[in-house]
């Protein structure tokens, strides 16, 4: 079983910005974080291919967060910038357990690992 361990959450001024961070127990492939506000289903925000040459963002993020990773870490960032009230949310890391070709990294039950998660709160 592979641990995913998030950090970097925490509260901002709408426009700030915040790195979350998040180390898998051992290597893993594709990787994603979504999130879930209150009284919201949880939603695709960002993911990053295994070799890191390929990325997805949702529309709502587009431009203003950016997907990395670090392969000699098992770790994947997403840096946050511009950030809004409606970004508030609890941010989870999620990863595949093997390699696969999907044409798009966006859907939750592709996941087989998931980290805790870690609050956002944006205020205004």
């Known amino acids: ?7 970097g959450g925490g509260l901002v ?7 979350l961070s998040c ?19 949880r939603e695709f925000v960002s993911a990053i291919s295994w070799g890191g040459g390929r990325t997805e963002h ?11 990773r670090d392969n000699a870490k098992n770790s ?3 840096e946050m910038n511009k950030l809004k009230p409606e970004d508030t949310a609890v941010y989870y890391c999620a990863a595949e357990r093997e390699i696969t070709n999907r044409a798009t990294m966006t859907v939750p039950d592709e996941y087989e690992y998931w ?8 205020s205004s």
Not at 13 to 19: D, E, I, K, N, V
Not at 23 to 41: C, H, I, L, V
């Open 1 to 7: 079983q592979v641990q995913l361990i998030e950090s």
């Open 13 to 19: 001024q709408a426009g700030g910005s915040l790195r």
């Open 23 to 41: 180390t898998a127990s051992r290597r893993t492939y594709n990787m994603g974080w979504f999130r879930q506000a209150p009284g919201k289903e």
């Open 58 to 68: 949702a529309d709502s993020v587009k431009g203003r967060f950016t997907i990395s």
């Open 76 to 78: 994947v960032y997403l």
């Open 115 to 122: 980290g805790q998660g870690t609050q956002v709160t944006v």
